[in-house]
């Protein structure tokens, strides 16, 4: 006999290895499949279909809401200054046409193609902001915007805010020790603060603080310090607001003012509360149904009705009813958003998804607290539903990018 089959050996064989009794292997096989597979795995498979139509459908149903509503609050403004009373509404019915294509045009074209242009999009828009700064034109005491051929104003802001986005999700793709360390913090807050601060030299510093908040979130979502970063993110709105009552109460700053306005517009009636009196004319006069459409009061008197406050001539037409829609409609977007995202196949387009959220998400919110009063104003616009080229062009965009992404999700079997 060799050696090697000596019953000394087999001996130490069978305690080395665990020996299944023979009955127990045949009759219930299922049990040895069992201590086979590994426990606690739940398999995932990639799965190709359509695209969300929830998204779809909500946002064709904004873009058709503010496509009413520039109109009528701006068709007075626009026959004085114009004298066409359809100039905004040419215009906004154009932009929303290009915007449907190009939404759609980027709902099939794979997001994949996107990640290695990250990079370059974003040193794009760090270009057309340096230009800003020295070729920019003034509008309304802030310089955002480059006057182009055919196009008009252009905000290049708007590109600057998805390219933060796109920024980050490739990096925490690529480098994910990143957001887990301390000194990877402060690298990807130096990418967004380079954009944040090229916004905010030529005026534009409450775009450049919402810029700032998305890709705080984006860090915050992928890195282990959620609670940390949210406190701190708490500290620093808290300092901002206590510099702006310390603008307020030493009478020194633009913005100390419009704080002070938002404490107390009648304290400064025909100044830096008159935005804020009319608004709440016109929210208070709509009732639950409002006064019809076309038929505001108040929408003389609201500087750019059609632009930031044009959801105070929203309630004044719709009333309660009408507003209680456009929320409940980007709540609606919100919550599709974030399972578009949470189904994501991977780290670049569960953030870039999760991004384009915060990037509607965010000024919505933003607006309606301004037009109500609850914050201080901002100058943010309504999206999908404010007059603006660039901003519903931009922000169509990313709706199809998350069309897109919201194809390829991973499902648990």
């Not at 990639?46 to 064709?60: E, N, P, Q, T």
């Not at 040193?123 to 955002?144: C, K």
């Not at 829609?325 to 995202?341: E, H």
């Not at 999908?384 to 897109?404: D, H, P, Q």
Request: charged share 15%; hydrophobic share 55%.
């Amino acid at each position: 006999m060799d050696s090697r089959m000596q019953p000394r050996d087999l001996g130490q064989s069978r305690r080395r290895a665990k020996i299944v009794p023979f009955d127990a292997a045949v009759q219930h096989p299922e049990r040895r499949a069992k201590r086979r597979a590994p426990r606690d795995v739940t398999p995932e498979v990639r799965v190709v279909g359509s695209i969300d139509y929830a998204i779809l459908f909500i946002v064709a149903i904004l873009v058709l809401i503010g496509v009413v509503m520039v109109f009528s609050a701006s068709y007075q403004f626009a026959n004085i200054r114009f004298n066409d009373p359809f100039h905004y509404l040419r215009r906004n019915v154009m932009f929303a046409a290009v915007g449907f294509f190009v939404m759609l045009f980027l709902a099939n074209f794979n997001y994949e193609l996107i990640r290695p242009l990250s990079t370059l999009i974003y040193a794009i828009s760090v270009g057309l902001l340096v230009m800003v700064i020295f070729f920019g034109e003034d509008i309304g005491g802030a310089r955002r915007w480059i006057d182009l051929p055919l196009i008009g104003p252009f905000q290049p802001s708007e590109v600057a805010r998805a390219a933060v986005i796109f920024m980050m999700a490739y990096m925490i793709e690529k480098y994910p020790k990143l957001p887990r360390n301390f000194l990877g913090i402060v690298f990807l807050a130096g990418i967004v603060g380079i954009i944040a601060l090229l916004i905010a030299l030529p005026g534009g510093a409450t775009v450049a603080i919402v810029t700032t908040i998305i890709g705080v979130g984006i860090i915050a979502v992928a890195s282990p310090f959620f609670w940390r970063l949210l406190v701190v993110g708490g500290i620093g709105g808290a300092g901002l607001a206590g510099f702006l009552y310390w603008q307020y109460t030493t009478g020194d700053g633009f913005r100390g003012s419009r704080f002070g306005a938002w404490l107390d517009p009648w304290s400064d009636p025909q100044g830096f509360g008159y935005q804020i009196i009319n608004s709440l004319y016109a929210i208070a006069s709509g009732g639950w149904f409002g006064a019809g459409i076309g038929n505001s009061q108040q929408v003389t008197f609201i500087p750019e009705p059609q632009n930031d406050f044009i959801f105070a001539v929203i309630v004044e037409e719709l009333g309660f009813m009408g507003a209680l829609v456009i929320i409940i409609l980007f709540a609606l977007f919100i919550w599709r958003g974030i399972i578009a995202s949470m189904r994501a196949p991977d780290t670049f387009s569960s953030l870039v998804a999760l991004g384009i959220v915060f990037a509607l998400a965010i000024p919505a919110v933003i607006n309606i607290g301004v037009v109500t009063n609850t914050i201080p104003n901002t100058g943010v616009n309504l999206p999908f539903i404010s007059y603006g080229g660039t901003s519903l062009l931009v922000s169509m965009a990313m709706i199809g990018v998350l069309l897109n992404i919201s194809r390829y999700s991973v499902q648990r079997k």
